[in-house]
């Protein structure tokens, strides 16, 4: 019995009996393989936890690294997403004699994931000390940048090669069940990151982040192996490559997908504004430890999860996608108060409900708006188009990264403002900053839906594509 066959009955039995999606696979791409696969997607849940989550809590609390340099650090790898689509595209018209489109970018994401995860531990110790700040900055955010150019270009390239193995009508299922496995590795690697960092030490930071490295290199071999078959005949040098500037202008021009892209980029920044704050929130405020803030980020990936099978089942009825997402801005709201309320009430309870209730307003959110780019690229002159999605995923990536670094510089400047007297002896305290970020996306899930207004109740642009079995046919996360 061979190693290949063996984890691929395992694989398959695996993916039957516990996750959602089980009918993605077919016969060019049975369960055992296309879960093995699906590994990518785990090591990019471990990546974002880690800079998303832990590292982020223990820069700011237990190095003592400014906030808004965190958030700065943390917006870089989000801030370069939007050439996701240039990746794609670059692996769609790979000039190779090997015969692979895909291979090449997914193993040389791999590297710079592994390189980033690999010095970053040592970079933010440097940060932590006076006299080595200057190095460990460069070296942090050098960490950062590969880390988060590995991960857009493992994940870009790995969804791409699901849709070529898989045949047109599974491809929905097969990249939502990519999408579930990322979840799903952000939940264990949150779980099992914050158990082991219950006792805080800087040596067990860099044996933790170090095995993350490890781990990711194994997990994405494992995924990668003999996946992607030689065709020397899609590589070769002459091949047309396709230019998407006058699309690109047809597109924007349209003033309901122009309205849409802006709900898209208010909504984002609205959820993402909080991403660096919220377990230096618990940690610093409310008193919780590392391995209790940690937990938060996994919580928020488990509301993610509800959100999706709900949000699968509403729209497979035929629900108003943008209806959908209106009711995921009514979430954040609700969990953004539940946030500023923790303080007063002095309860962690609070941030932990508050922490799954944003993971299932912003899964809402996300999951309705792409379905209605999903419509969008479906019909008329979109029709087979990628750009439309390519839209939804730059808009997105490009306000997470701003409103991230927005966050740590109010967050910031409103806490001095406070501490320092200036703004009434009531607000005088540090929970100021952060509940001022809190408020402000409070109004921000306003605008979003003042804006979503004019749109929800409208005609699909494709109704059979807005009404069909839900489906991801590419999530730019």
Excluded at 20 to 28: H, I, K, L, N, V
Excluded at 438 to 458: C, H, K, N
Aim: net charge positive; charged share 10%.
């Amino acid at each position: 019995m061979s190693l290949q066959g063996a984890s691929t009955r395992f694989f398959a039995g695996l993916g039957t009996q516990f996750l959602p999606f089980a009918d993605a696979a077919s016969a060019e791409l049975p369960m055992g393989r296309l879960l093995r696969l699906s590994l990518f997607q785990v090591t990019v849940g471990v990546a974002t936890v880690l800079l998303n989550g832990t590292l982020n809590r223990v820069m700011i609390v237990e190095l003592g690294t400014p906030a808004w340099l965190v958030a700065l650090m943390i917006a870089i790898p989000l801030l370069v997403a939007p050439f996701r689509a240039l990746i794609g595209h670059k692996s769609d018209n790979h000039k190779s004699m090997l015969g692979w489109r895909r291979v090449p970018y997914i193993w040389f994401g791999s590297l710079l994931q592994f390189g980033g995860l690999a010095i970053m531990p040592f970079a933010l110790l440097l940060l932590s000390r006076g006299d080595t700040f200057t190095v460990g900055l460069i070296a942090g955010a050098l960490a950062f940048l590969l880390t988060g150019l590995g991960m857009h270009t493992t994940q870009t390239a790995g969804l791409a090669l699901a849709t070529d193995l898989a045949p047109e009508d599974t491809r929905p299922r097969v990249v939502a069940l990519m999408f579930v496995m990322l979840l799903v590795g952000m939940m264990m690697a949150a779980f099992v990151m914050g158990s082991l960092l219950a006792d805080f030490s800087a040596t067990r930071l860099v044996a933790i982040v170090q095995g993350a490295a490890m781990f990711t290199m194994a997990l994405n071999i494992i995924a990668l192996w003999k996946q992607e078959a030689r065709a020397p005949s899609t590589t070769r040098p002459d091949r047309p490559t396709p230019k998407f500037s006058v699309v690109w202008r047809e597109f924007t021009a349209e003033a309901r997908n122009a309205r849409l892209l802006l709900a898209i980029g208010c909504g984002t920044a609205a959820f993402s504004m909080q991403d660096v704050l919220l377990e230096p929130f618990g940690g610093e405020i409310l008193g919780m430890s590392v391995g209790s803030t940690t937990i938060l980020t996994g919580l928020w990936a488990f509301g993610m999860l509800l959100s999706f099978a709900y949000a699968s089942r509403r729209l497979s009825a035929g629900s108003d996608p943008l209806r959908l997402a209106g009711f995921g801005a009514v979430v954040g709201m609700a969990a953004f108060a539940m946030l500023l309320f923790a303080v007063p009430l002095d309860t962690s309870a609070l941030v932990f409900a508050g922490s799954l209730t944003i993971g299932i307003g912003s899964g809402l959110f996300s999951v309705g708006t792409l379905s209605a780019i999903m419509a969008i690229a479906g019909s008329g002159q979109h029709k087979g188009s990628g750009l439309a999605l390519g839209a939804w995923g730059a808009v997105q990536a490009s306000a997470s990264g701003l409103a991230i670094l927005a966050g740590g510089l109010i967050r910031d400047g409103v806490s001095a403002l406070a501490l320092a007297d200036q703004i009434g002896h009531t607000l005088a305290y540090r929970a100021t900053g952060y509940g001022t970020v809190y408020l402000i996306e409070i109004i921000l899930l306003l605008v979003t839906m003042i804006v979503l207004g004019p749109l929800v109740g409208g005609q699909p642009v494709d109704a059979t594509a807005s009404q069909a079995r839900f489906g991801l046919t590419e999530f730019p996360t």
